[in-house]
Every structure is written in structure tokens, then in C-alpha cells.
């Protein structure tokens, strides 16, 4: 329906970027190509290993941000989802900002003060 609000996640977004960048920015073409009244709101890219620096989401950032801006969906979200596992999530959001997107996908632990 027009009221949904679907996100497309590019699970281990880094990975594919390495392995097989072509299909990954295709993907991001196929989506930027449809209509604006038929368009999801936009990709989660994901970093499950947390394991990446800061400086190393730039590339591939900026190439999804530039697909989707070259068609006309500037107003498309682009989130990003890094897990904690070896304290570079937060160093990493912070750069990662600057290279287009425009919000963070995150959870709540319930533990913890």
C-alpha cells in the first residue's frame, strides 16, 4: 500500500561490496529505477562483523548514495547497522554519516545502565 514503509538490507554490505560490487550496486539500480510513487524508502546496510575502520565505508557509501541521488531519489533513506564487536561501531557511524546517509537502524540492549 502507499502507506508501507519498506527498507531493502544489504546484509554484510561491505563483504558483498568486496566480493561482487556490480551485483550489489544492480540491485541498488533496480530499486532506483522504479517509479517515485512506487519506490521502498530506502537501503539498511549492515556490518554485522564490526569488524571494518571507518575510512573503509566511504567508497561503497558514496557509490549506493550516488545511484540512487543520479535518479532522482535524493529523499531515499540509506541507514546503517553496525554491531559492536570490536568498538569501531560508534567511530564508524560517525564517518560513515558524512558520506550520505541520513539516519542509523539500531537497537535497544536490555541490559545494562
Avoid at 20 to 45: H, N, Q, T, W
Wanted: charged fraction near 20%.
Amino acid at each position: 500500500s502507499s502507506e508501507s514503509k519498506i527498507f531493502f538490507n544489504f546484509r554484510d554490505f561491505l563483504v558483498a561490496m568486496e566480493r561482487s560490487p556490480g551485483r550489489v550496486l544492480e540491485i541498488a539500480k533496480y530499486f532506483a529505477y522504479f517509479p517515485k510513487d512506487e519506490r521502498i524508502m530506502g537501503f539498511c546496510l549492515e556490518d554485522p562483523s564490526g569488524a571494518y575502520l571507518p575510512f573503509q565505508f566511504e567508497k561503497p557509501i558514496s557509490c549506493v548514495r550516488k545511484i540512487m541521488d543520479s535518479n532522482g531519489w535524493q529523499n531515499g533513506h540509506l541507514l546503517i547497522h553496525i554491531h559492536k564487536n570490536y568498538g569501531l561501531a560508534e567511530a564508524s557511524v560517525v564517518e560513515a554519516m558524512t558520506f550520505g546517509l541520513t539516519g542509523v537502524w539500531c537497537g535497544i540492549p536490555d541490559e545494562g545502565t
